[in-house]
């Protein structure tokens, strides 16, 4: 096992800035325990005036005191509530021009002395997965900053009175004087209809947002306003390097890959892997096998769908590395305990049914450990889902598009129907409507019953669009997803599903260097000859059989169309007849009976609906 003496934690963190009164300890208290899951090993407080800071913990590494945060610098002007891991750590201590004093052997401390030095800057010189909320007594600022590509939440919220941030939107409304202040942001649901999410920086309430990934955002206490706001980091502005070598470029990603997941194997507890024996994760596996031992691997099987069950990939890489083997059988009786427990602990609608069974792995896996890698982020950084082609297709032939409508009144298969629709579409807009299960424009605006401005519903999109200098399709199309659908839906996927569990999850995809070096490669590197991941897939080559490498894809599969129809059909059917001054009853009715009587597939949609109809019964 590679093992490393730092004060690593794994946290929930959460900070509040009171205008006038001293804020409430009990009320923060109430607040501090709703991140209970997060960190439940220790919890720290500070109170200053009328400021709190506040940490609840999950020790991974260094099971001593000397990690206790709220943490200070040498004079106590300085305090900072961390929640992440900062792999460069020593290099950042090393850098420093000053002399300061350590009082631990933590991450966490570099970046305070880094701040001392850098100011806010200091996010440009860490590398890692992170969130924070800094202190700065001097200058009455407090300081907020999250990772690169968002694997840490953040959320704030600010009126007259009130300053507070955290790393769960349940942990600032269990204040219930910003409750009842914040009211139900409906312009966030018509997007995430279309997202399946909802999109940084805005949430599901009008007054309390994300901060979006790789960005800084200062509170300026005195003045009592936001200011600074900055993206310190965006791949959009890397430019491809032509004339490279295929054996050269798998070489570089093989090196940078085998280094991101040794740097992630720092941990005085148990290491496992959610192995979903796609291209991967079963790559993962390899470079663990590399340097660590006795790692344990995690697979969800679906018991009652066998259809569904990629076990036996599972085990062909099991047993090739002699890795530890824990399938987790995923029944019925566990879809209807486990749905709607993940569901009240997700703040925010998400239609992503695979959060069901991960939670329910990453419950397992808490039995013999708390850190777990996974193979996440390699689809958006390689190109591995379906709709880089098809945005490349139609960019190209864009001349079609009369035809593609013509077409388009004609009868095909629902993948070509949803192909020529796409011409009528932007490529922001195509970008994700394309493969997430998606509302088409018409659909949302009858579930809605009224005009929809696509320009509004996909303002993230376009603002990212404006924002990427390269004139490559595919490489765009990877951005865009990079830029919003990791941080505020896969990532928060992995996140909340974790968390919930009291477990860790760490992304090797997700390495800084190895996303840089991706994004100086054209897309014609990673979707050659209509094979997407073609990169990545030559690399497993190296290791695994081509039999094994060019199969269907499906990950986490699940069989969510099932679990409508049965074991879910009572709770579907409950929320999605749940009459509200939302949605078209009539037409839920109809998208409902045409998917039970097999007539068309709505799950996704179905999904969405209910996300929203349960959040609003909770919530609303």
């Not at 850098?118 to 001097?138: C, S």
């Not at 020529?420 to 088409?440: C, K, N």
């Not at 169309?561 to 749940?578: A, V």
């Amino acid at each position: 096992m590679v093992v490393s003496r730092l004060n690593k934690n794994m946290c929930g963190i959460v900070g509040q800035v009171n205008k006038k009164n001293k804020v409430d300890p009990h009320v923060f208290e109430k607040m501090l325990s709703s991140l209970g899951r997060r960190g439940p090993d220790q919890k720290g407080q500070y109170f200053s005036n009328n400021i709190a800071l506040g940490q609840t913990r999950l020790s991974i590494v260094d099971l001593s005191e000397n990690g206790r945060q709220p943490m200070f610098n040498e004079d106590k002007t300085v305090a900072i509530v961390f929640n992440g891991e900062i792999y460069n750590f020593l290099n950042v201590k090393k850098s420093l021009k000053r002399k300061h004093t350590w009082n631990s052997v933590s991450d966490t401390e570099s970046i305070i002395h880094g701040y001392e030095e850098y100011g806010k800057e200091i996010v440009k010189r860490i590398d890692g997965m992170f969130a924070f909320g800094l202190y700065d007594q001097t200058k009455n600022l407090i300081t907020l900053g999250r990772d690169r590509f968002g694997k840490k939440p953040l959320y704030y919220f600010l009126d007259d009175s009130t300053f507070c941030f955290a790393s769960e939107l349940k942990a600032i409304v269990s204040n219930p004087q910003i409750r009842n202040k914040v009211s139900i942001n409906y312009q966030a649901i018509e997007k995430f209809i279309f997202y399946g999410y909802i999109p940084s920086p805005e949430t599901i309430y009008k007054n309390i947002f994300k901060l979006e990934a790789a960005t800084t955002i200062q509170f300026d206490i005195r003045k009592w306003k936001l200011t600074n706001k900055k993206r310190f980091w965006d791949l959009g502005q890397i430019k491809t390097v032509g004339h490279l070598d295929e054996i050269e470029i798998v070489n570089k990603i093989d090196k940078l890959l085998d280094s991101a997941v040794k740097k992630r194997l720092m941990s005085d507890v148990p290491l496992g892997l959610f192995l979903s024996g796609g291209i991967d994760s079963s790559l993962i596996a390899h470079y663990m096998s590399k340097h660590a031992s006795n790692i344990c691997t995690y697979t969800v099987s679906y018991k009652d769908t066998p259809e569904a069950d990629e076990s036996k990939y599972v085990r062909q890489v099991v047993h090739q590395y002699n890795l530890d083997y824990h399938l987790c059988e995923f029944s019925g009786k566990d879809v209807q305990a486990t749905f709607l427990e993940i569901m009240d602990y997700l703040d925010e609608p998400l239609a992503d049914a695979a959060v069901v069974p991960l939670y329910f792995v990453a419950k397992q896996a808490k039995k013999d450990m708390t850190v777990v890698l996974s193979g996440d982020g390699g689809d958006e950084i390689f190109g591995g889902y379906e709709k880089y082609r098809a945005q490349s297709l139609i960019e190209r032939t864009k001349y079609l598009k009369p035809l593609a409508f013509l077409l388009g009144r004609m009868s095909f298969s629902p993948n070509i129907n949803k192909l020529l629709s796409g011409y009528q579409y932007q490529f922001p807009e195509r970008q994700f409507i394309f493969g997430s299960g998606s509302f088409m424009r018409e659909e949302a605006e009858q579930l809605f019953n009224h005009k929809l401005s696509m320009a509004e519903v996909f303002s993230e999109a376009y603002l990212a669009e404006t924002e990427f200098e390269q004139n490559d399709i595919v490489n765009k199309s990877l951005y865009l997803d990079c830029r919003i659908q990791l941080p505020d839906w896969y990532l928060v996927k992995g996140d909340r599903a974790c968390m919930a569990a009291s477990v860790e999850m760490r992304n090797p995809f997700l390495d800084t260097a190895l996303a840089e070096y991706a994004f100086t490669l054209n897309g014609n590197w990673k979707i050659r000859d209509g094979v997407t991941k073609h990169l990545t897939k030559k690399l497993a080559e190296r290791f695994y059989p081509k039999e094994f490498i060019y199969r269907p894809k499906r990950g986490f599969g699940v069989p969510l169309d099932k679990w409508i129809k049965k074991e879910l059909r009572e709770t579907f059917s409950h929320y999605l007849h749940q009459k509200n001054n939302l949605f078209n009853q009539k037409y839920v009715n109809k998208m409902y009976r045409d998917h039970m009587d097999g007539l068309q597939d709505n799950q996704f949609k179905l999904l969405r609906i209910f996300a929203v109809n349960y959040w609003l019964s909770q919530h609303g």
